[in-house]
Structures are given as structure tokens and as C-alpha cells.
């Protein structure tokens, strides 16, 4: 049940969720406000078809009255005309006129002509529904009555119709149905939340896009797809990645021009040296001048690691750890790969190959031997490369990647350069891995490299 909510919680505080709850929102306000301005309509039509029988009625009584007035009266007092009666002066109701009825009555007759008509309750009009003793089918309903009161004047006298329709029903509500409404919020939300996942999947492109780079200088740019905008930014970001790696392939080129240049004064400087007479001194000189040349050599490799001019291929990853450990073997080192995983990986070979090799030649170097090992982890396969040494510091684990950083004094030799571990680092980055150490609960360091399957 957490996990559900911890996912709900983040839902809602995502672009996508906030664009998706206000398009919910807006889309609901919407359609209610729809759905009530269509029921006013309907109600409002309703209303002017139930006037217009009244008026209709109202009319053809006057017309009625108008051409023979005897007979008229005659048949309704008699109740021989179908819907209207003539209402007894002693049992007559108050009439309270219908102000708009009455206006649109009067303005269909001759001028001059007094009329007024109200509402009245149906037992105003005191009608007898003809099939009240007869058995009926259940598709007939009990006559129900509207019941209109019309005023007039007729040879000075004053007289009252009662005009009885049938009642219309009245149409039913769309806002008091459950079951529409809840169709209507189901297809606003899940509207919403198309609508919300579409417009932030530029935003996800360029998101995963930024992963890629930070984990490798040499990814993909970014397919330039979608609205014109969203291209713009696309393209933006694709011409960064492009500066940033064309500003680190000039600062290689500077820093190899510089080692390549210097490669000239330190030859020179080593023929001079062996001109030395004093031997231990000449010995010591020397050793100087080597060490020198091969921190300016690992330098430049710590410039180059960061890039890569390699394709991308897929390999047995078991065949690299294996080959690696064979090869460390052949120089008599205590190098075993202990557990197979079975995975094959998309990766930069050759980067692959010279992270995990650091990795080994550091705990060769500091452990005085190294087990590998991979398995797999959902959708990332780990590799662990242990050694049996004295460990690390928590202190010097957090600067171990540093450059030039030497480990303790307790797992020093006293050689190297101090650049190992960053260059795997940096190679590990090349191929989106990422690399981190700890000290094994039995003994030892562990290096672990995630990789990415497929």
C-alpha cells in the first residue's frame, strides 16, 4: 500500500501530474458547465412548448367565442369541447395572471381585447378522466392534467375558461444522472492524462538525453522531433553537447601537443643525465626523469579517458572478465573470475576493457589479488572486482577517485601515479557505468561497476 501512495505522491508532484490534475479540473468545470447550460436549454424549450399548447388552446377558445359565441358557451358548459370548460362563478378561483402567458396571448388578438391567464391546480378544472373505470394496459397511464385559468370579457360580462392539457413530462436531468457523470469525469481524466503525458514527453526526451551526456561525453544527440518549440530546445541542447565536447577534444589536443612537445627536452635531458659520473647519483636522476615521463604519460590518458571515438557494440560480458583474468594470470598475478552471469551488454569494448583492467591492476597493486565476479540486478548487470588487502579508510573512500590521490599508507606500495581509479571512472562513464568502492564485510576492497543491459 506505501509503495502505491510513495508513487501517487511523486505522480502529483510531477509536470505530468500537475498538467494532468489542472486539465482534469479545467476539463470537469467544463463539461458541468456544459451539461447545465444544456439542461437550462432543454428546460427553456421545455417551458415554450408547454406555453405554446396554453396559447394554442387559449386561441381557438377565443376564435371559438369570436364566431359563435351561444354555441361556444354551450359546449363549455356542457364539457362537448375536448380540453376547455366553462368554470362556475360560485367555485371560481382568484386568478393571479401569468404576466408573460398573458402579454404573448393578448398580443395574438384583435386590440381591445381583455384576457389574462394564470396557472391554476389541476382541481380547478374538475375533468373526469374517461377511462377512470376501465381496466388499461400498463402502458396507459392515469390522465394528469395541467390546468390554465384564462380571463375574459364577453358582451360586458366576465368570464373564466379553464383549459386542461395533458401534462408533458418533464425531461429527464443528465446532471442527476450517476452513471453519466461518472463517464464524463472517467474520460476527463483519462483525456487529461494522455494530453499531460504527450505535451511532457519532449520534456522526458530531453531529460534522458541529459542522463546520457552525464554519463557519456560521446551520446547521441537527441532526435529533433515534435512542435516547433520543442525542436528549438532540442536543437539548443544538441549544440551544447557539441561545444562541450568539442571544448574537452581541444583541451586533449592541447595537452597531447604539450606532452608531445616535451618529449623532445626530456630526451635530451636523459642523454645528459647518463653523462653523469657520479653513479648513484645518475641512477636516482634518472629514476626522476622516468617517473616524470610516466605521470605525463598517465596524465594524457586521463585526458583522452574522458572520450571516445569507439562504436558501440554488443559483447559476452562473461568473455571479457574471463580474458581479463587469464591475461593478468599469464603474468603470474592471483587474478579469478569466480561467477559468470551469463549477460551480454552494449558497450564500448575497448573502454570496458581498460576500466575493468584498472580496476584489477589497482587491486593487484594495493590488495595483492582480485576475484571478479557478475551478476544480475533487474535491469542492470554488476560487476565486482575484490581484493584481500588491508581496505580503506571512509575518509580516503570518499577521495579515491580524485586524480592523483594515493591511497593509504596501508595499502600503498609506494609506486603509481594516483590516476587509476579515475581514469576507470572515466572509462566506465564512456560506456554509462558507474563505478564505486567499499570495503567488503570480509576483508578487502570491492570495486563495483554498473552497467546498463542491452
Excluded: Y
Amino acid at each position: 500500500m506505501k509503495p502505491a501512495i510513495d508513487r501517487m505522491v511523486r505522480f502529483a508532484g510531477s509536470l505530468t501530474g500537475r498538467i494532468a490534475m489542472i486539465l482534469a479540473v479545467g476539463i470537469l468545470i467544463a463539461s458541468v458547465g456544459a451539461l447545465l447550460i444544456a439542461e437550462q436549454g432543454r428546460r427553456s424549450e421545455f417551458m415554450r412548448i408547454r406555453d405554446e399548447r396554453v396559447i394554442a388552446s387559449a386561441l381557438d377558445v377565443l376564435a371559438r367565442l369570436h364566431r359563435d359565441p351561444q354555441g361556444t358557451l354551450r359546449n363549455l358548459s356542457d364539457g362537448r369541447l375536448v380540453g376547455a370548460h366553462l368554470v362556475d362563478g360560485r367555485t371560481r378561483p382568484l386568478i393571479d395572471p401569468n404576466s408573460t402567458l398573458s402579454e404573448m396571448l393578448a398580443a395574438r388578438r384583435a386590440p381591445g381585447v381583455e384576457v389574462a391567464i394564470s396557472p391554476a391546480p389541476a382541481t380547478a378544472c374538475h375533468v373526469k378522466d374517461p377511462l377512470q373505470e376501465r381496466p388499461r394496459t400498463a402502458g396507459i397511464q392515469p390522465l394528469v392534467l395541467d390546468c390554465w385559468l384564462m380571463a375574459t370579457v364577453l358582451d360586458g360580462s366576465s368570464l373564466v375558461v379553464a383549459l386542461n392539457l395533458p401534462q408533458l413530462p418533464a425531461p429527464p436531468s443528465w446532471t442527476t444522472d450517476r452513471l453519466f457523470l461518472l463517464l464524463v469525469i472517467a474520460a476527463a481524466l483519462a483525456l487529461s492524462l494522455i494530453v499531460a503525458r504527450l505535451a511532457t514527453a519532449p520534456l522526458r526526451r530531453l531529460s534522458a538525453a541529459a542522463d546520457a551526456f552525464a554519463r557519456s561525453i560521446d551520446a547521441e544527440p537527441v532526435l529533433e522531433t515534435g512542435p516547433t518549440d520543442v525542436r528549438a530546445a532540442l536543437a539548443t541542447f544538441n549544440l551544447m553537447q557539441e561545444r562541450v565536447r568539442a571544448g574537452l577534444r581541444e583541451r586533449t589536443r592541447i595537452l597531447a601537443a604539450i606532452s608531445h612537445d616535451l618529449q623532445t627536452p626530456l630526451t635530451r635531458l636523459r642523454l645528459r643525465l647518463e653523462q653523469v659520473e657520479d653513479e648513484p647519483l645518475r641512477e636516482r636522476l634518472v629514476a626522476d626523469l622516468s617517473a616524470t615521463l610516466a605521470m605525463m604519460k598517465r596524465g594524457l590518458d586521463l585526458a583522452r579517458s574522458g572520450e571516445s571515438g569507439e562504436d558501440w557494440s554488443t559483447v559476452d560480458l562473461d568473455s571479457v572478465l574471463s580474458s581479463i583474468a587469464d591475461d593478468a594470470a599469464e603474468f603470474g598475478h592471483a587474478v579469478r573470475f569466480t561467477q559468470p552471469c551469463g549477460e551480454i551488454v552494449r558497450v564500448r569494448p575497448d573502454a570496458l576493457t581498460r576500466c575493468l583492467s584498472n580496476l584489477v591492476d589497482n587491486a593487484i597493486k594495493h590488495g595483492g589479488d582480485a576475484h571478479i565476479a557478475a551478476r544480475r540486478a533487474g535491469k542492470t548487470v554488476i560487476v565486482t572486482v575484490r581484493d584481500h588487502g588491508p581496505g580503506m579508510s571512509e575518509d580516503m573512500l570518499a577521495h579515491a577517485f580524485d586524480p592523483f590521490v594515493r591511497a593509504d599508507t596501508s595499502r600503498s606500495s609506494g609506486d603509481g601515479t594516483g590516476i587509476g581509479l579515475t581514469i576507470a571512472r572515466a572509462q566506465a562513464a564512456a560506456i554509462g557505468g558507474h563505478i564505486s568502492l567499499a570495503n567488503h564485510p570480509g576483508g578487502g576492497l570491492e570495486a563495483t561497476l554498473a552497467l546498463r543491459k542491452g
